[in-house]
Every structure is written in C-alpha cells, then in structure tokens.
C-alpha cells in the first residue's frame, strides 16, 4: 500500500500502522486493539504504564462509526492538506505525565488532531489555546502545528472526552461512554499530581462527573452548572484537592463571535497555574 505521502498518489492508507515511523507514535504492531465496549474496559484497566495506556488508547477500533469517518477524512483529504499523510487514528492523551493541570476537551477535530495525531493541534482551535498556554507559561511555545515540533507542555497535560474525530463534532451518548474508560485511567494515573482541571466546554463538563466519580472524588450534589469561570473545589480521600474550572470551547464560533477571547482564556490559565502554584506550596 502506497503511504500517501507524495501530491500524485492514487493510495493512501486510512491510518497510519502503529510503529512505522509517525513522530510520537506511543504504540507499535504488538499493542493490544479494543474492538469492542467490553475490551475498552479491559485494556483501560489492565495498563500498567502511563504511555502504555496512551498506547492503546491510539489504536481503539470499539466504535464502528468513528472508526469508519476518522478513516475516511484520512482517505479523501481536505483541499489545502492533500498531499499531507493524515494520522487517521484515535489521539491518546499529550503533555507532562505529571501533570499539576490537566485540560479536558470534546473530541480531535477531522483535519486538525485526526491529521497530525495530535490534539488541538493543526488547526485554529490549536492556535488559540497553545497561545494562551504559552502566553500563562505552560507551553515551551506559542503554536502547535504537527507531532514532532518541538512543542512541550510545563506543569499541563491534554486528552479528550472522545479520542476518535466524530461526525460534525458530535458523537453519540453511546460513542462517549465507550471512550471514557481511557479518560477514567488516564485521570487515575495522574491523579497523584493533579491540582485543576479545565473542562473545555459544556460536553466535556457534563461528561467528567462520571469520571470524577470512579476515580474517588467527591461529586457535589447538585452537580455546579457549566460557565466560563464556573469553578468548584473537589476532594478526594488520601489525594490533594482539586480545582475544577470551566471554559469556552475554542471553537471558531466562539472564538470568531468574541464569545471567547485570548484574555477570557489566558485568565482561565492564569487561574489554574495561580491555584496548582499554591496547592504545591
């Protein structure tokens, strides 16, 4: 199969296979692949290692319908990145692994993390929140453009709700639920470390309560209503409390309508790395 990586190629494959070469690549051939609900839960519990759950987060095949759009965007391409090879697989979490801050979004976009295998990284939405980081000194540097470009996250670590780019931005309850044993393990291991979450919008908001839960923090009943600003302190039995903050998502409706600007997100930054500061002291 012809690796697509040249303007007149007629092959391209759907994916890049595990192993051959992509920069940052967390898994190879022998990494173990859920195919369904139940070896999600499996593979999510059994790894050992933080980059071995990273790993097989990269390579998940539990949602059919995911897997055949991520795929699919992979083949045909947009216009302006044609001659690009596109990742095409789940994004596993990226950043510091130990991290005092941990941001929460929705799901890769189609031609942004499903391309560069990397979230928030190649498109707009990227551009925004990695100046912001950079601006609130948790990135090494202002932009995020492809796996493999130098950029480092300080203190600060990246996942998603969904791992896989869904249709029009919009997986299924069902779709969410499977991915979010990869989330669930990847908080548990970090969890020694972490002092504020970010949750980049109301999806990612609503969707971590569970999470939040299974791994032993304590939940407010009621559950604090979503906002930019929003913030409540969680805590944990034997673990350090937590601060949890809401954000807009950087999305180019809000960004472009000024629902969300850089200064609204460099002091939701500003805020996170002022209380994880503290928390460390």
Not at 158 to 186: F, G, H, M, S, Y
Not at 218 to 223: I, K, T
Request: hydrophobic fraction near 40%; charge should be neutral; include cysteine.
């Amino acid at each position: 199969m012809a690796d697509g990586s040249g303007p007149d190629s007629d092959a391209v494959e759907a994916f890049v296979p595990p192993g051959t070469g992509w920069p940052d690549d967390p898994a190879d051939a022998a990494t173990p692949v859920a195919s369904t609900g139940a070896e999600v839960d499996e593979l999510a519990d059994g790894a050992g290692t933080l980059p071995e759950l990273m790993a097989r987060q990269s390579v998940c095949r539990a949602c059919p319908r995911l897997v055949e759009w991520r795929e699919e965007v992979a083949l045909t391409r947009r216009k302006s990145f044609r001659t690009e090879r596109y990742w095409g697989r789940p994004i596993p979490g990226w950043g510091d692994p130990a991290p005092s801050i941990l941001i929460v979004g929705l799901a890769p976009a189609a031609h942004g993390g499903n391309r560069t295998g990397r979230v928030f990284t190649g498109d707009r939405s990227g551009d925004f929140i990695f100046g912001s980081l950079y601006r609130c000194g948790l990135a090494a540097r202002p932009d995020s453009v492809a796996a493999g470009d130098g950029q480092r996250l300080i203190g600060a670590r990246v996942a998603a709700v969904v791992r896989c780019a869904p249709p029009e931005n919009k997986p299924t309850p069902q779709e969410r639920d499977r991915c979010i044993p990869w989330l669930t393990a990847e908080l548990r291991m970090v969890t020694p470390t972490l002092r504020v979450i970010v949750c980049l919008g109301g999806f990612a908001w609503q969707a971590l309560w569970p999470v939040l839960a299974q791994t032993g923090y304590q939940v407010p009943r009621p559950r604090p209503a979503f906002a930019h600003g929003a913030e409540t302190v969680l805590g944990s039995a034997g673990q350090p409390d937590v601060l949890l903050l809401g954000c807009y998502h950087p999305s180019q409706q809000n960004t472009f309508t000024g629902r969300l600007t850089a200064a609204m997100m460099d002091q939701i930054f500003a805020r996170a790395s002022a209380f994880a500061r503290a928390a460390a002291d």
